[in-house]
Antibody
Framework: QVQLQQSGTELVKPASSVKISCKAS????????MHWIRQQPGNGLEWIGW????????KYNQKFDGKATLTADKSSSTAYMQLSSLTSEDSAVYFC????????????WGQGTLVTVSS | DVQMTQSPSYLAASPGESVSISCKAS??????LAWYQEKPGKTNKLLIY???TLQSGTPSRFSGSGSGTDFTLTIRSLEPEDFAVYYC?????????FGSGTKLEIK
């Protein structure tokens, strides 16, 4: 069965960077888009972008250009998101997610990674 | 960006009752709308996609309707496990955008 296992909670300092991971299993990692989504405390969900691990192509929400960088390691079926120049506004839960079929919503979600930015 | 306006933000109901949640898009999204359920300690669950198609495993008491800009999620005969937060999401164009959520609580 499809599983997306995310890395654990991060407590990081302002102006630093953090890299969180999403290990995929149960499907062909290289043939499926991996999406990333943010949920700030008390707020709704925001789509950050996707990566296609097969060729490394990415697409970002313009709002996250320069903030988020998506990469993927085919050998370990793991997707990564690096967040840079962190501020308190970046404190949030970050999810990886994938569609079962393209254009039919996110059928699979990771459990979320809490990132807290604090000095 | 397509703005998704979801209402109400809070809803209280009793088991056995029926409820509806509205989601309005700022421009036409055809039928590219999904509904999700969020519960503590569980991963988010896709309930409905393409406006009205039930995801495999979604109970038939859930239904979705609408096209263009106006969409509705209806839950008939609420079960205890249905009390959760619900989100709509458009996947018609980038960037994908979500509604602000509806918290459904037991009255």
């Amino acid at each position: 069965q499809v599983q997306l296992q995310q890395s654990g909670t991060e407590l990081v300092k302002p102006a630093s960077s953090v890299k969180i991971s999403c290990k995929a299993s149960g499907y062909t990692f290289t043939s499926n888009y991996m999406h990333w989504i943010r949920q700030q405390p008390g707020n709704g969900l925001e789509w950050i972008g996707w990566i296609y691990p097969g060729n490394g192509n990415t697409k970002y929400n313009q709002k996250f250009d320069g903030k988020a960088t998506l990469t993927a390691d085919k050998s370990s079926s793991t997707a990564y998101m690096q967040l840079s120049s962190l501020t308190s506004e970046d404190s949030a839960v970050y999810f990886c997610a994938k569609e079962k079929f393209r254009g039919r919503g996110f059928a699979y979600w990771g459990q979320g990674t809490l990132v807290t930015v604090s000095s | 960006d397509v703005q998704m306006t979801q209402s109400p933000s809070y809803l209280a109901a009793s088991p056995g009752e029926s409820v509806s949640i509205s989601c309005k898009a700022s421009k036409s999204i055809n039928t590219y709308l999904a509904w999700y359920q969020e519960k503590p300690g569980k991963t988010n669950k896709l309930l409905i996609y393409s406006g009205s198609t039930l995801q495999s495993g979604t109970p038939s008491r859930f239904s979705g309707s609408g096209s263009g800009t106006d969409f509705t999620l209806t839950i008939r005969s609420l079960e205890p496990e249905d009390f959760a937060v619900y989100y709509c999401q458009q996947h018609n164009e980038y960037p994908f955008t979500f509604g602000s959520g509806t918290k459904l609580e037991i009255k």
